[in-house]
């Protein structure tokens, strides 16, 4: 075999094989790369949710009501009181709908 056509053929290989990889990979679609200092009113939280483990930092992202995604640190005071007052928000939400589906 002449060593172009070895080439193009590992060349092919090699695609194939990074678009398997790729397709059935399970990685993070979102990580934080930095963090906003900015604290954010509950009354503009629709919800949040913690990046992957894969993830090089540790984030939780806040969805806005306007749809915004917002990076911020789960270390800081005003993060922790943020996810416990949605958290709180959302059982209460339950509860409503709940009791008033039951009567």
Known sequence: M???????????L???????????SQGPNK?????????????????YHTTHFECHRNGIIVITKAQREICVDPT????QRLMNLVDARNIKEMSQSSSENSE
């Open 14 to 24: 090699f695609a194939f094989c990074s678009l398997a990889r790729s397709e059935f």
């Open 31 to 47: 990580c934080c790369f930095s963090f906003s200092n900015v604290k954010i009113p509950v009354k503009q939280v629709e919800s």
């Open 76 to 79: 800081e005071k005003w993060v």
């Open 2 to 12: 002449r060593p172009s056509c070895i080439f193009i053929a590992c060349l092919v």
